[in-house]
């Protein structure tokens, strides 16, 4: 059985121009000690997908419809006092803006501790003590003078790190990181990553992991799920995805990014048209005004996600009728 | 030995921030040495004074000031400088307790209302509104003229006159740090809202906290000599610098104006010492002027 399991979830929000549809239907499956990466662009629904597991989508979301299976329990049946004990401790999350996730007047030590502190019955010196652990387990020097430093004293990279300890401070089953690399420097995007890799590999915990980054997915993740406009278009081991994308949009995807060997002076290929507009989408396909490949059933039926290979899904009418 | 040199730190890091404000903020640093010399006046009043709070000598009545007593004596022949001292004993117990009543009540709404929002925030809000449609003076005669003038009660009316008008300023900074992203990093983490509010947002708010205590305190001495002026503050014979200045220092101004000028004097280097000393930690403490 899988440690999570999302089934048919769809979350709307109640906005002052009317009810966006964020997540429509979506179903994935992520196994104990796994890397699931969720890809798509702004607006596509996979921040708000991560957020609903934790329920933290604040008064304006809801989720309408569907399931969320975490080691057996359906975390939607359960009381908020269950879910804030599952926050944090066998589930945690990591931020994307490294630069405000962190208390600007609270030691780092105070917010390493703060987890271990919350779910753990420890004293608040046991709590530090075991901080200084986890601060010099995400390879930051000089680990008891950090504990009394300030987050305007660390970079942007050392305090996603800090971000990375507190989420591992409960050994959780599983990990949520939300783009947690976009606000960092290239160099410093992959030494994150691979911190992040191998302490979860060490703990054997699941890794979700939300970004836009198709790079970063060819290396870190075990299985990709693809997000267009609120659906996912397609879903396969990240190796089988990168060969044979067997979307349009995953293909249009592949084919922009630009190569080395490619020919000099040439231009980039991209995917014409704009991101559906939340409010009013298109009817049928999420992504037939773009697609090279509509057909007048993508006008009207919405496609469904289907496997096409061995553990290979995809969620197009288009392709099924050509074929 | 972390535990050891712990408030030493502490210590070191007070004095290293009054020494950045002596640099930069020198009136505000001697505001501040002014509050300090009047907080040890008041503290230690019993010791410093050379006579007794009560001490009359008819032999001795209006007196202009002299080596035996500094600052002249009064109708009853009591020394002066010890009644001031001993006034700012008084000033000082009143100031503190009503200020730190006042920032509680502040804390409190102003966390609250300002966290939460929505129905709670209209409800809480709205009756703040209305309270503050009253002039304070007004207020404070209205209801001492009822309960009777006495400490407990000047202190009590002051909290919680100057608590309810600062919720505002409180809220209005708890808003601003509710949306950044720490504060939804602690849900995410399985925090309950009781531990946001005091781990998370009260820490924020501090250097608000401790400009809006420190500029309360003055608020009140004055707010307190105004009423001890118009006979509603503490009773005689306790030494107030209200009642001085407007019992004997009023009726004996022309035989002996000493017994004006001197606690009109103190309550005005007082109350203007701790509002430069306020401004100065405003100035320091503002998160926005941090690092600058």
Same mark, same amino acid.
């Given at each position: 059985m899988s440690l999570l399991s999302i089934n048919n979830l769809s979350v709307s929000f109640q906005t002052d121009r009317g009810v966006v549809?964020?997540?429509?239907q979506v179903s994935f499956d992520v196994d104990a000690g796994e890397t699931l990466a969720i890809v798509g662009e702004s607006g596509s629904g996979k921040s708000v997908t991560a957020l609903s597991i934790l329920q /933290? $989508?604040?008064?304006?979301? =809801?989720?309408s419809d569907g399931q969320i299976v975490f080691d057996g329990q359906n975390? $939607?049946?359960?009381p908020e006092k269950d879910i804030r004990n599952i926050r944090g401790d066998r589930i945690a999350m990591i931020f994307q803006e490294p630069m405000s996730s962190l208390? +600007?007047?609270?030691t780092i030590g105070k917010q390493v501790a703060e987890p271990i502190w919350l779910h753990r019955k420890k004293t608040w010196n046991e709590a530090l003590d075991q901080a200084e652990e986890l601060i010099k387990k995400v390879s930051i020097p000089d680990a008891r003078q950090r $504990?009394?430093?300030? +987050?305007?004293?660390?970079?942007g990279g050392m305090r996603q790190r800090v971000m990375i300890a507190m989420a591992l401070a409960c050994e959780p089953k599983l990990i949520i990181a939300? *783009? +947690? =690399? =976009?606000? /960092?420097d290239v160099t410093v995007q992959a030494q994150i990553l691979s911190l992040l890799k191998n302490l979860t590999t060490e703990l054997n915990s699941a890794l979700i992991l939300i970004t836009h980054d198709l790079g970063v997915v060819a290396r870190y993740a075990d299985r990709v799920a693809v997000m267009y406009g609120g659906r996912i278009v397609e879903s396969a081991t990240a190796a089988e995805l990168y060969k044979h994308p067997k979307h349009p949009y995953t293909e249009g995807l592949m084919a922009s990014i630009p190569t080395l060997?490619? *020919?000099?002076?040439s231009r980039l290929q991209t995917i014409e048209g704009q991101p559906p507009d939340l409010l009013h989408m298109p009817a049928g396909c999420a992504f037939h005004p773009r697609? +090279?490949?509509?057909?007048?059933?993508c006008k009207h039926a919405k496609p469904s996600l289907k *496997?096409?290979?061995?553990?290979h899904f995809r969620a197009c009418v288009g392709y099924e009728s050509i074929s | 030995m972390s535990e050891m040199s712990a408030p030493y730190q502490q210590k070191s890091r007070f004095m290293a921030f009054h020494q950045r404000m002596a640099k930069s903020k020198p009136l505000g640093a001697f505001g501040g040495a002014v509050f300090a010399l009047f907080l040890i006046c008041g503290v230690f009043a019993d010791l410093l004074a !050379?006579?007794? %709070?009560?001490?009359?000598n008819m032999l001795e009545r %209006?007196?202009?000031?002299?080596? %035996?007593h500094i600052l002249g004596t009064d109708h009853l022949g009591r020394d002066v400088f010890s009644r001031i001292l001993f006034g700012a004993q008084l000033s000082v117990i009143v100031g503190f307790m009503a200020a730190g009543l006042a920032t509680v009540i502040s804390i409190v709404l102003g966390v609250v209302t300002g966290y939460f929002g929505g129905r709670t925030d209209m409800l809480i809000q709205r009756f703040v509104d209305a309270w503050m449609t009253f002039p304070d003076l007004v207020l404070l005669i209205v209801v001492i003229s009822i309960v009777g003038p006495g400490v407990t009660q000047i202190v009590v009316i002051l909290g919680c006159l100057y608590g309810i008008a600062g919720s505002r300023i409180i809220r209005g900074s708890v808003i601003g740090i509710r949306e950044n992203m720490y504060t939804h990093a602690a849900q995410s983490m399985g925090a309950r809202t009781i531990h946001i509010l005091w781990f998370h947002i009260l820490p924020n708010v501090m250097p608000i906290v401790i400009v809006l205590f420190t500029t309360r305190v003055g608020a009140v001495i004055l707010a307190e000599a105004g009423l001890s002026f118009l006979g %509603?503050?503490?009773? !005689? !014979?306790?030494?107030t610098w209200g009642s001085m200045l407007s019992g004997t220092g009023r009726t004996y101004m022309y035989l002996g104006p000493w017994l004006a000028l001197a606690p009109g004097i103190c309550l005005t280097m007082v109350v203007y010492a701790i509002n430069v000393y306020g401004d100065a930690l405003r100035d320091l403490l503002d998160p926005r002027m941090r690092g600058s």
């Open positions: 549809q964020a997540v429509d /933290l $989508l604040g008064d304006a979301g =809801t989720i975390l $939607l049946d359960l208390n +600007p007047v609270l $504990l009394d430093a300030y +987050p305007h004293q660390f970079s939300d *783009e +947690p =690399t =976009t606000a /960092l060997d490619g *020919e000099p002076g697609c +090279p490949y509509a057909a007048e059933i *496997e096409v290979e061995a553990n | !050379p006579y007794g %709070l009560n001490e009359t %209006l007196q202009s000031p002299s080596f %035996l %509603l503050g503490v009773p !005689p !014979p306790a030494p």
